[in-house]
């Protein structure tokens, strides 16, 4: 098992930036795919971005491209995301979920919650215009 804590988010400007955190124990995460995945009120959860267990591969949603970066860390088992030129549109809970990786690419499944089987608690992220 693999347990995910999230961490770092808050209430910030829009144009500022936030580094979320995704910490694992349990398991080393160095195994794993983590993505990152947002629900903001009254929306289904949807896709921000992903990186493979190895690095050699990231994925990202149109809306945050060139905006979010994600990242890994495998010697201290976390999983980052640092979101840049925030707007109120990223007001959102953000998840962190991991899935064993593989050594073929999955493309488009990333994008699908179903994917992952670990899934963290979540933590706000509220952008004020």
């Known amino acids: 098992q693999v347990q995910l804590v999230e961490s770092g988010g808050g209430l910030v400007q829009a144009g500022g930036s936030l580094r979320l955190s995704c910490a694992a124990s349990g398991r080393t995460l160095a195994n794993y795919d983590v993505a990152w995945f947002r629900q903001a009120p009254g929306k289904d959860r949807e896709f921000v971005a992903t990186?493979?267990?190895?690095?050699?591969?990231?994925y990202y949603a149109n809306s945050v491209k060139g905006r979010f970066t994600i990242s890994r860390n495998n010697a201290n088992n976390t999983v980052y995301v640092q979101m840049n030129s925030l707007k109120p549109e990223d007001t959102a809970v953000y998840y962190c979920a991991a899935t064993v990786g593989t050594d073929y690419s999955r493309g488009s499944l990333y994008t699908q919650e179903s994917m992952y089987d670990y899934w963290g608690q979540g933590t706000q992220v509220t952008v004020s215009s």
């Open positions: 990186i493979t267990w190895s690095g050699r591969s990231i």
